[in-house]
């Protein structure tokens, strides 16, 4: 099993910053990436952008790309999301996931293929 929980939420102006971060536990060795994901009221949840644990490739939303930035830490078990430029299209709940399964790079958009979740941390860009 493998335990996963973030941090770093909250609410921001447009145009601001937010770091979030996902702090991964347990059986962190299988992990072969590690994504954020998000869901707005009402909508589907959506992928936001991945990055393998070992070679860290990484893969952006094209809503995201050039503003959101994922990396990882793995001395602390840690993933981050940087979040410059934030619009309020980017208020959601925002959710790591890890997987074991060594998926293809459009693979590792697909939210069932990540088999373990953090519980969530709220992100609202006010305008």
């Known amino acids: 099993q493998v335990q996963l929980v973030e941090s770093g939420g909250g609410l921001v102006q447009a145009g601001g910053s937010l770091r979030l971060s996902c702090a991964a536990s347990?059986?962190?060795?299988?992990?072969?990436?590690m994504g954020w994901f998000r869901q707005a009221p009402g909508k589907e949840r959506e992928f936001v952008a991945t990055?393998?644990?070992?070679?860290?490739?990484?893969y952006y939303a094209d809503s995201v790309k050039g503003r959101f930035t994922i990396s990882r830490d793995n001395a602390k078990n840690t993933v981050y999301l940087q979040m410059n430029s934030l619009e309020p299209e980017d208020t959601a709940v925002y959710s790591c996931?890890?997987?074991?399964?060594?998926?293809?790079?459009?693979?590792?958009?697909?939210?069932?293929?990540?088999?373990?979740w953090g519980q969530g941390t709220q992100v609202t860009v006010s305008s």
């Open positions: 996931a890890a997987t074991y399964t060594r998926a293809v790079r459009a693979g590792l958009t697909v939210d069932s293929v990540y088999n373990y």
């Open positions: 347990g059986r962190t060795f299988s992990i072969y990436a």
């Open positions: 990055i393998t644990w070992s070679g860290g490739s990484t």
